[in-house]
């Protein structure tokens, strides 16, 4: 598995750092209100797992699944709900959970959802962004890194739904998915 990693971008500790003070932030911005963590599947469950820890305010969660890509590399910009919420958001604090932020339609598409349920608030917080790729504009509050324009792999990132389980986040060889 790590033989088809390039260049790896981002160790388990500096993820680790980042998240931390990410948490930080979070926990200062939402003080004395409850917060409802939406975590995007399956992307987003190191990150998620990890970054609920470094929140010291209550908080509670939930999880979506939507279609992107398939088992390709560029995005159609269609989206599809697979798996909806398990309660109502009205009046609630929700924090969208991403894993990486690239045309940008997935995100636009959840925010647009999900305040037409009513919640007091909705923002995002994603670990990687890749600004050179947007096509639809959506504002991420909390971010990780920002990254150059290569197909990434690791902790939550997939290609054909492997390598999610690498503690790091990668560059994945072309060789693995050009011609597939
Ligand atoms: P967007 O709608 O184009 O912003 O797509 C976001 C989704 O595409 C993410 O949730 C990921 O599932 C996937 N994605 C985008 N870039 C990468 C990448 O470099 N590696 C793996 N998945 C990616
Ligand atoms: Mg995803």
Known sequence: MHNDIKEVLFTEKQINDRVEEMGKQISRDYEGKELLLIGILKGSVPFMADLLKKISIHCNMDFMAVSSYGDSTETSGVVRILKDLDHE?????????????????????????????????????????????????????????????????????DYAERYRNLPYVGVLKEEIYVNK
């Open 89 to 157: 958001i009205k009046g609630k604090e929700v924090l969208i959970i991403e894993d990486i932020i690239d045309s940008g339609y997935t995100l636009k598409y959840l925010v647009n959802y999900l305040k037409s349920r009513n919640p007091n608030s909705v923002e995002i917080a994603c670990l990687l962004d890749k600004p050179d790729r947007r096509e639809a504009n959506t504002e991420v509050k909390y971010l990780g890194f920002k990254v150059p324009n290569y197909f990434l792999v690791g902790y939550g990132l």
